[in-house]
């Protein structure tokens, strides 16, 4: 079981670009969930996928979009990049109904210059 | 006030003791509680979850919830080296029927020396 898994691993944009990043869920996993870690916190949460629809959303601009493909893989998409955006962005997959047991992919560096 | 509260430390303490780490929470709708250690550089792996109040034990970490007080732990006995990394406690309310999405503590930065 490879777990879930992210690409690329790091990023440097400019500000201003657009950015797209990559998730593959664990085997059995069909809800993907996408989180924004700052240095020294805790990760907060972007948004939910779950049958191919946003199922729920943080406090995140909608700068910040999201897609799930029919294989349960996801895409997080950041336009218009600002230099707060420079963060680890992490993938965390559950199975339906189990959105406790997230369990994350190693994330994607992004640094905005 | 943040909706989860948790000391960032760091915490050092010597290999063999124990470990207790915290946080406390405002939200009485939450229901379910995790704890994810995460290595420096690394995404966070789930430690261990509990659904309401109670203990729960797994190897060396027990994971105990206090909603009455709004208070979570967890201890790690015999604490190791490798058990250095950062805690982070995260917490989950059911929403509509289904869990809502996982709300983090800052995370506990441990260090266990030899």
């Known amino acids: 079981d490879a777990g879930v898994t992210q690409s690329p691993t790091h990023l440097i944009k400019t500000r201003g670009q657009q950015v797209t990043l990559r998730c593959s869920p664990k085997s059995g996993h069909d809800t993907v969930s996408w989180y924004q870690q700052a240095l020294g916190q805790g990760p907060q949460f972007i948004f939910q996928y779950y049958e191919e629809e946003e199922r729920q959303r943080g406090n995140f601009p909608d700068r910040f979009s999201g897609h799930q493909f029919p294989n349960y893989s996801s895409e997080l998409n950041v336009n218009a990049l600002l230099l707060g955006d420079s963060a680890l962005y992490l993938c965390?997959?559950?199975?339906?109904?189990?959105?406790?047991?997230?369990?994350f992919g190693p994330g994607t560096r992004l640094t905005v210059t | 006030q943040k909706e989860v509260e948790q000391d960032p430390g760091p915490l050092s303490v010597p290999e063999g003791a124990i470990v207790s780490l915290n946080c406390t929470y405002s939200n009485s709708a939450f229901q379910y509680f995790m704890w994810y250690r995460q290595y420096s550089r690394k995404g966070p792996e789930l430690l261990m979850y509990t659904y309401s109040s109670g203990n729960k034990e797994d190897g060396r970490f027990t994971a105990q919830v206090d909603k009455s007080s709004k208070y979570i732990s967890l201890f790690i006995r015999d604490s190791q080296p490798s058990d250095s990394a950062t805690y982070l406690c995260?917490?989950?309310?059911?929403?509509?029927?289904?869990?809502?999405?996982?709300?983090f503590g800052k995370g506990t930065k441990l260090s266990v020396k030899p």
């Open positions: 995260a917490m989950s309310a059911i929403l509509g029927g289904s869990q809502g999405n996982l709300i």
């Open positions: 965390a997959s559950s199975p339906s109904g189990y959105s406790y047991e997230q369990y």
